[in-house]
């Protein structure tokens, strides 16, 4: 299995608290995604990176920010968590992007904001 | 309209048959496509591609259909194993992420 480790695992928080997820892989890959998962809603993209510092916004980016560093580390922020954002969060790389570069997941992070 | 759909299922088949699922995508200017399984509670896992042409993985066959801008996934001699959630996804021309549909769950029974 592709290095990727997400933490926390599992998370419980207070609406408006900052909460901060990290993904971080092993393999030295150039993408690195955010997804979250939601009944009914499939796998949505809320950012993505393709290289140190540069990223970009994907389809459900409102309320979160993400940062990125280093090559290995992928870092997505609730500035101030909101009950929508329960959800369960999972962290993707890919070597290089391409459509024929698949996509390897972490094993997600299950966040309840209460 | 969602950029890709699937019936949600679920499928309930016995070992050993045959099953389809299908998908459709809005965006015709769509690339590339891929199936992905989810087991319950675990990250979603690449299947297969799918190419223009067809094509076939054992016992997983993918088609892709540009015209009527629909994808299948055919399971013949269906496992215990399979059940899972199957899930179309679709890259765009110039996207560098995918866009994936919500799934469709396939329950194999005894």
């Known amino acids: 299995d592709a290095g990727i480790t997400q933490s926390p695992r599992h998370k419980v928080t207070e609406t408006g608290t900052p909460v901060t997820l990290r993904c971080h892989q092993t393999?030295?890959?150039?993408?690195m995604y955010w997804y979250r998962q939601d009944p009914g809603h499939g796998l949505r993209l809320i950012h993505y990176?393709?290289?140190?510092?540069?990223?970009d916004k994907g389809e459900v980016s409102d309320g979160y920010s993400v940062s990125r560093s280093k090559t290995e580390d992928f870092l997505l922020t609730l500035e101030s968590a909101t009950s929508s954002q329960t959800s369960v969060y999972f962290c993707?790389?890919?070597?290089?992007?391409?459509?024929?570069?698949?996509?390897?997941f972490g094993n997600g992070t299950r966040l309840t904001v209460t | 309209r969602k950029e890709v759909e699937q019936d949600p299922g679920p499928f309930n088949v016995p070992e050993g048959a045959t099953v389809a699922f299908n998908c459709t995508y809005s965006?015709?200017?769509?690339?590339?496509f891929f199936w992905y399984r989810q087991d319950c509670r675990k990250e979603p896992k690449l299947l297969m591609s799918?190419?223009?042409s067809g094509n076939e993985d054992g016992r997983f066959t993918a088609q892709l259909n540009r015209a009527s801008q629909y994808i299948s996934l055919l399971i013949r001699d269906s496992k215990l194993s399979d059940s899972a959630t199957y899930l179309c996804?679709?890259?765009?021309?110039?996207?560098?992420?995918?866009?994936f549909g919500s799934g469709t769950r396939l329950q194999v029974q005894p």
């Open positions: 993707a790389i890919s070597e290089s992007g391409q459509p024929n570069s698949p996509l390897h």
């Open positions: 393999e030295n890959h150039r993408y």
């Open positions: 990176s393709y290289g140190v510092k540069d990223t």
């Open positions: 965006n015709s200017a769509s690339q590339s």
């Open positions: 799918v190419y223009s």
């Open positions: 996804v679709v890259m765009d021309t110039g996207r560098r992420a995918l866009t």
